[in-house]
Antibody, heavy 120, light 107 residues
């Protein structure tokens, strides 16, 4: 079945970087964009950006420009989200999600989420 | 950026009630409006896409309506499993913004 499996939880110090992986199975990674969404504790969903795994092209939310890098390795069907210069307010669950053009680009498949805790 | 504003932010209702959640976009988003349901500790789940189209497996008590900038998610007869948080999202342009969420609680 189609699924996205993310890497495990991370604990980082302020100023460090974190790299979250998202492995796709059941479909071809290059057939769809990959989006990243985060959710701080008790808060709503925040769209961070997307990558086109075929071209490597990216679009980032202005808030994360300069700190986020989204990449993919099509040979292992995996997308990555790297967030640098971490701050305490980056503590959140980070999700990868697949948009489906046949579903109005709604995000129809989600990873299980990766908890990132930023604490000194 | 397109701002998405949901109301109410929370809603208390009983099993069997009919409820509606609204979402307003700051500019026209054509038909690119999606609704998600999220339960505690779980990833969001796509319920409705393109304003009114139900994702596969979603019960018919869920429906979507609206056009242009104003949209509504309606649940016709609340079931116990429907108590969750609901988000709208526009997929018209980047950044693909979400509403702030509506928490649906049991009265």
């Amino acid at each position: 079945q189609v699924q996205l499996v993310q890497s495990g939880a991370e604990v980082k110090k302020p100023g460090a970087s974190v790299k979250v992986s998202c492995k796709a199975s059941g479909y071809t990674l290059t057939g769809y964009y990959m989006h990243w969404v985060r959710q701080a504790p008790g808060q709503g969903l925040e769209w961070m950006g997307r990558i086109n795994p075929t071209s490597g092209g990216t679009n980032y939310a202005q808030k994360f420009q300069g700190r986020v890098t989204m990449t993919s390795d099509t040979s292992i069907s995996t997308a990555y989200m790297d967030l640098s210069r971490l701050r305490s307010d980056d503590t959140a669950v980070y999700y990868c999600a697949r948009p489906n053009p046949s579903r109005g680009n709604g995000l129809d498949v989600w990873g299980q989420g990766t908890t990132v805790i930023v604490s000194s | 950026d397109i701002q998405m504003t949901q109301s109410p932010s929370s809603l208390s209702a009983s099993v069997g009630d009919r409820v509606a959640i609204t979402c307003r976009a700051s500019q026209s988003i054509s038909t690119y409006l999606n609704w998600y349901q999220q339960k505690p500790g779980k990833a969001p789940k796509l319920l409705i896409y393109a304003i009114f189209r139900l994702q596969s497996g979603v019960p018919s008590r869920f429906s979507g309506s609206g056009s242009g900038t104003d949209f509504t998610l309606t649940i016709s007869s609340l079931q116990p499993e429907d108590f969750a948080t609901y988000y709208c999202q526009q997929s018209y342009s980047t950044p693909k913004t979400f509403g702030q969420g509506t928490k649906l609680e049991i009265k």
